[in-house]
């Protein structure tokens, strides 16, 4: 994907205009358009300069990004400054010294009687060249939207500028024609003429509407200027300058000097300047501005940090690891730019009446006056219906509706650890009826813990002895947790002789010339005989979804010491939330029943699919999706195609890989509550953007009738150009004001989360099927039938026994008995009535 800048587009139409043109040319397979960045990413395979030379050729500028339109490295801050607001200022306040004197002549004057200087007192001619000269004054000064609606006009695709251009230049025009008319009826004198001309002047009105659509920029670029505060805030972070080795000699050069494989230093209270690997010291890290998490993290040599993280406590040397653009910060930074670039499915319909809109107001505006001067009324009349018309319909406001709620989002999400690849994931979360979650690594830990210690006629201190002096000599995954819990109780391990790991999952070795040994229940059970209690402890464990581990020496059984994949603290709390809001969870497994069951249970889940290896989840996503929108969750590396499967991949716990191109969401911390976090910025902003395009269409509808005069005849209401004008430039303002509400919501608060309603309750229910089945003889025959059974789009899950001689399936759909019949016997089985 290629980023470029935008210069010159003023409103939605224009934004649009470059995509037409954009989109028309030979390799681009697709471009978007932000009003709110002035960005734009194309995907494709033209070139840079194919691009530029088309936004051109609309009338509008473009450069890439990272440069200016001259060719010079602009940094991202830069591109995100607050350019315009400055020079909007300017401008208004030049047009507000003309304007409060040509409104003091034209109604100071003409309603209140104030006084002006003799040489005009009595001379209408001359008050209306004041005005003229004033007027022009004004055009002058913001002559931008007369260069850039004029030039959009000639080119055949009109914007809000040449609304208000042809606006103010109508009446502009007309008042022109109305003091030529009173110089020759003051040479005729005709007085009376002479006073009735004075009325015809618009002059104010041309002048207030240009000054009235400058104060709207101003506060729309000042408001679009905050929405990007928080990506502004996150290249702000990046450090300058780095404390890096070299040659034994400690020295401070610029961030860009410091490349991979550098060693560098930071000291308390300094940020760390690049990615990197502890080699030396430890410390306390505080990374509340990527994850959003406050409380300072320890770490000790070997733990990765991150740019722009703060050292809170001790002096640490690292090792440089990701530099440059591929540091965690500049991950994000990427992201939620991207993310900014990019459209939300929403978008689509805004941008489709963007794209006419201006057209359509234009011929409404010549409708309207054309319908009043058939009906009797003066030119001056018409022209003031047909002028409120172009200057009151704002396509702005449609175009800003979206882009701004999404923009807001995106930096909410940001600072709190959750980022959003596009603009569509960010609209599609809040949609998901279905999460599919991994166990290992999301729901539990992803390390084995000690969780239950268990002495047989000894001290637990003895058991835990004897069981690290085995196990600190073994390799298996399972040995780490018995280490890890020797230590937290101060136990250290005594020297064994004839250590062996043998065949059957067991340990041996001599401890104390006396033969000691671990393993499974079947290992141990092969060496001397269990009572019926242990046996029993044993398998209670075991349903619990927790490995028995019994240690013992030649005479007798030690004891049992539990190790288990434990749940994280926060995993019931997350699901019980995305439940409330009326989502069911589904738990993804490659363990075996017994203990995804008893996880599932202890937990909360809907519903338990164990025995799923990393290449069947795929498949598993596929079959949920029959039933609804559904969301994955997962490490991001094993579950990679479930991830691209779902229709919105979440990653939780990415840590500093953040660029996982098979998500769509990454979730910085290692937090399941995240994910309900995520779901319900988005349906937030969802409901913003709603919120937004109601208001943007319902003000054109209301407002464009109004203006057109529709309720004259009725009611009475007639509309200044002005006031038009007025409620053009506060329609932007708002949708801009209102996607700015969404910074004060708090996501990490359930109080007010609500469940979606679904489309159709049978979709996510689960159904169940016992089929009894004759000729299954073996393991292999069981695995046959499971897995054509499960090739069927209706069911979800089989579980196949040779032994009971039966096939239970959950269903998602109806299917009738005879398709299940046939699927089973085109295997050579027989189902039985």
Request: net charge neutral; with cysteine.
């Amino acid at each position: 994907m290629k980023q470029f800048n935008v210069i010159g587009m003023s409103c939605a139409a224009c934004s649009t205009r470059v995509e037409k043109a954009v989109n028309k040319i030979a390799g681009v397979t697709s471009c978007s358009v932000s009003l709110l960045t002035n960005s734009m990413s194309v995907d494709g395979t033209a070139s840079s300069e194919a691009i530029i030379s088309a936004v051109r050729a609309a009338g509008y500028d473009a450069s890439e990004k990272g440069l200016d339109t001259k060719g010079s490295v602009q940094s991202g801050e830069d591109a995100l400054e607050d350019h315009e607001t400055p020079k909007l200022k300017r401008r208004l306040i030049a047009s507000l010294i003309f304007l409060v004197i040509l409104m003091y002549i034209s109604m100071g004057h003409m309603m209140w009687n104030w006084p002006l200087p003799s040489f005009m007192a009595d001379n209408h001619i001359a008050m209306g060249l004041i005005q003229l000269l004033l007027t022009i004054a004004i055009m002058v000064i913001n002559q931008k939207f007369f260069i850039s609606g004029f030039k959009s006009l000639i080119k055949g695709s009109p914007n809000m500028d040449t609304l208000v251009a042809l606006g103010s230049g109508a009446a502009f025009v007309y008042s022109c024609y109305a003091l030529f008319a009173m110089t020759d009826a003051q040479l005729r004198g005709n007085l009376v003429a002479v006073m009735g001309y004075m009325h015809e002047f618009y002059f104010e009105s041309a002048a207030m509407i240009l000054t009235l659509i400058t104060v709207g920029k101003m506060l729309e670029a000042r408001s679009k200027g905050k929405t990007t505060d928080a990506l502004k805030s996150l290249m702000k972070l990046s450090p300058k300058t780095a404390n890096i080795i070299r040659d034994d000699i400690e020295q401070t050069v610029p961030i860009e000097s410091v490349h991979k494989g550098d060693i560098f230093v930071v000291r308390p209270g300094e940020s760390i300047p690049v990615d990197g690997i502890i080699i030396n010291g430890n410390s306390a890290v505080n990374e509340s501005a990527l994850t959003g998490e406050s409380i300072p993290i320890d770490k000790n040599v070997g733990d990765a940090v991150s740019a722009a993280t703060v050292n809170q406590s001790g002096f640490i040397k690292c090792e440089a690891t990701r530099v440059g653009e591929d540091t965690t910060l500049s991950q994000i930074i990427k992201m939620v730019s991207n993310a900014a670039a990019t459209k939300a499915p929403i978008a689509k319909v805004a941008d489709k009446v963007s794209g006419i809109f201006v057209p359509v107001v234009i011929t409404i505006a010549i409708i309207t006056i054309a319908i009043w001067l058939l009906c009797g009324q003066t030119v001056g009349f018409a022209l003031a219906r047909g002028i409120s018309v172009l200057v009151i319909s704002c396509p702005c406001a449609l175009g800003l509706a979206t882009p701004v709620a999404i923009m807001v989002g995106n930096g909410i999400g940001a600072r709190n650890g959750i980022l959003f690849k596009t603009a569509v994931s960010l609209e599609q979360t809040g949609k998901v009826e279905i999460i599919a979650l991994d166990k290992t690594g999301t729901i539990t830990s992803g390390e084995p813990r000690v969780t239950d210690i268990i002495p047989n006629e000894t001290s637990e201190t003895e058991l835990m002895k004897l069981a690290v002096s085995l196990e600190s000599r073994s390799e298996h995954p399972l040995a780490k947790a018995i280490i890890i819990k020797s230590k937290e109780m101060n136990i250290l391990a005594d020297e064994v002789t004839d250590f062996k790991a043998l065949i059957g999952n067991g340990l041996s070795a001599r401890l104390n010339n006396k033969e000691i040994f671990a393993g499974s229940m079947g290992f141990v059970t092969s060496k001397l005989s269990l009572s019926d209690d242990i046996i029993s402890k044993a398998e209670k464990l075991a349903n619990e979804g927790k490995t028995p581990l019994f240690f013992a020496n030649s005479e007798k059984l030690i004891g049992i010491v539990a190790v288990a994949d434990v749940v994280k603290e926060d995993s019931p709390r997350a699901i019980k939330e995305l439940q409330n809001m009326g989502i069911r969870i589904v738990m993804l497994t490659g363990d075996n029943e017994r203990t995804a069951n008893a996880i599932g249970k202890q937990v909360g889940v809907d519903e338990v699919i164990a025995g799923v290896l990393p290449d069947g989840k795929e498949e598993t996503i596929r079959k949920l999706k029959s039933r609804g929108s559904v969301a994955m969750v997962g490490d991001g590396i094993n579950d990679a195609p479930a991830l691209t499967r779902a229709d919105v991949g979440i990653a939780i716990g990415a840590g500093t890989d953040i660029a996982i191109d098979a998500a769509d969401i990454v979730l910085m911390n290692n937090k399941l509550t995240d994910v309900s976090a995520a779901i319900r910025l988005s349906r937030a902003t969802l409901k913003n953007i709603h919120e937004n395009l109601f208001w943007a269409f319902i003000y054109n509808v209301i407002g464009i009738p109004l203006a057109a005069g529709a309720w004259i005849s009725l009611l009475g209401w007639e509309m200044n150009p002005m006031f038009g004008a007025a409620a053009m430039s506060l329609s932007s303002v708002c949708v801009v004001t209102n996607a700015l509400r969404l910074n004060f919501l708090n996501i990490k608060n359930p109080k007010h989360d609500k469940k979606r309603k679904t489309k159709n309750k049978k979709e996510i229910k689960t159904m169940e099927k016992t089929i009894k089945i004759e000729g299954m003889m073996c393991p292999h025959c069981e695995a046959t039938v499971k897995k054509c059974l499960e090739a069927l789009p209706e069911i979800d899950e089989a579980t196949v026994s040779h032994k009971s001689g039966t096939a239970i399936v959950k269903l998602n759909a109806d299917i009738s008995d005879e398709v299940l019949t046939s699927t089973i016997e085109a295997q050579g089985y027989k189902v039985i009535d």
